[in-house]
T-cell receptor, first 108, second 113 residues
Framework: GIQVEQSPPDLILQEGANSTLRCNFS?????LQWFHQNPWGQLINLFYIPSGTKQNGRLSATTVATERYSLLYISSSQTTDSGVYFCAVGGATNKLIFGTGTLLAVQP | NAGVTQTPKFQVLKTGQSMTLQCAQD?????MSWYRQDPGMGLRLIHYSVGAGITDQGEVPNGYNVSRSTTEDFPLRLLSAAPSQTSVYFC????????????FGSGTRLTVV
């Protein structure tokens, strides 16, 4: 099956800093999503982005499908951005496979 | 509109006991799935369903059964609980026949002793 690797595994930022999270995947995909899990465990869908670039406020994402990676950018980070960011991919099957996540801590 | 509702929120089982984790959605979503989350391992897909009457295995199906008799409900059954099944379980649904635009439930924390 498709393998998903995320980096870095952990990241500590000061409030106001920018960051880039990376997701590499091992095969072609037709489904790629980014999720945020807050410190209370709730999972929220951020982006559906199998290719191209999207922006939503301070967050943006880019997927280069031909090179099998996706990037999530967080600008002007806030303490509420803390949590775990997951990349999830799907290929020919109807399965959405998650990476192991990046744990982000934003300090005031 | 409650979204995806999981019950119970917490459960402690003894090894060998059986139980059913409930998942219900009121959004008329076609696709539903179950994941387990363990420290350092992300979310792993257990089973999924693309519609009523149709289920399929995910990455880690052993020890779990599912059925989808209605569009709204997708229960996960543990027939004989083992300590290795201690985890946080999430149910998710999608409005299409594919896992797009997931809505997650709030999770069930299960401990098997």
């Amino acid at each position: 099956g498709i393998q998903v690797e995320q980096s870095p595994p952990d990241l500590i930022l000061q409030e106001g800093a920018n960051s880039t999270l990376r997701c590499n995947f091992s095969d072609s995909v037709n489904n790629l999503q980014w999720f945020h899990q807050n410190p209370w465990g709730q999972l929220i869908n951020l982006f559906y982005i199998p290719s191209g670039t999207k922006q939503n406020g301070r967050l943006s994402a880019t997927t280069v499908a031909t090179e099998r990676y996706s990037l999530l950018y967080i600008s002007s980070s806030q303490t509420t951005d803390s949590g775990v960011y997951f990349c999830a991919v799907g290929g020919a099957t109807n399965k959405l496979i998650f990476g192991t996540g990046t744990l982000l801590a934003v300090q005031p | 509109n409650a979204g995806v509702t999981q019950t119970p929120k917490f459960q402690v089982l003894k090894t060998g006991q059986s139980m059913t984790l409930q998942c219900a959605q009121d959004m008329n979503h076609e696709y539903m799935s179950w994941y387990r989350q363990d420290p350092g391992m992300g979310l792993r897909l257990i089973h999924y369903s693309v519609g009523a009457g149709i289920t399929d295995q995910g990455e880690v199906p052993n020890g779990y059964n599912v059925s989808r008799s209605t569009t709204e409900d997708f229960p996960l059954r543990l027939l004989s609980a083992a300590p290795s099944q201690t985890s946080v379980y999430f149910c998710a649904s999608s409005p299409t026949f594919t896992p797009y635009g997931y809505t997650f439930g709030s999770g069930t924390r299960l401990t098997v002793v």
